[in-house]
C-alpha cells in the first residue's frame, strides 16, 4: 500500500506563486505514475497534471505553461502566476502496481485559495 501526504497549500494573492508538495510512502517502488488533480464545491475533480516513472509530464490546458510537475522522492507542483479559478482542494494521486494490478491511490488533499 501507499500512502499519499500534501502539503504546501494556503491562501495567495492573483499572480503569486506556490509550490506542494506530496510524500509518499509505504510501496512506492509500486508506483508508476502520480498526478495531481483539483476539485472546487460542487464541480467534478479536474485533472491537472501527470508524471510518469520514465518523466513523462502531462497538463491540463488550464495550467499549461503556468504549472510544473516534477518528482524526486517527493511529488511537487510548482504553481506560477496563479488566477482566482484555481482556488481548489489539490489531491495527490498515484497508480501502482500491486499482484498484477492496478491500483490507485488519493491523498487527503490540501487548499489552495487565490484571491483577487
Known amino acids: 500500500q501507499v500512502q499519499l501526504v500534501e502539503s504546501g497549500g494556503g491562501l495567495v494573492q492573483a499572480g503569486d506563486s506556490l509550490t506542494l508538495s506530496c510524500a509518499a510512502s509505504?510501496?512506492?517502488?509500486?508506483?508508476?505514475?502520480m498526478a495531481w488533480y483539483r476539485q472546487t464545491p460542487g464541480k467534478e475533480r479536474e485533472w491537472v497534471a501527470t508524471?510518469?516513472?520514465?518523466g513523462n509530464k502531462n497538463y491540463g490546458d488550464s495550467v499549461k505553461g503556468r504549472f510544473t510537475i516534477s518528482r524526486d522522492n517527493t511529488l511537487y507542483l510548482q504553481m506560477n502566476n496563479l488566477k482566482p479559478a484555481d482556488t481548489a482542494v489539490y489531491y495527490c494521486h498515484a497508480l501502482c502496481t500491486e499482484r498484477f494490478k492496478v491500483v490507485t491511490y488519493w491523498g487527503r488533499g490540501t487548499q489552495v485559495t487565490v484571491s483577487s
Open positions: 509505504g510501496d512506492t517502488t509500486s508506483i508508476f505514475a
Open positions: 508524471i510518469t516513472s520514465g
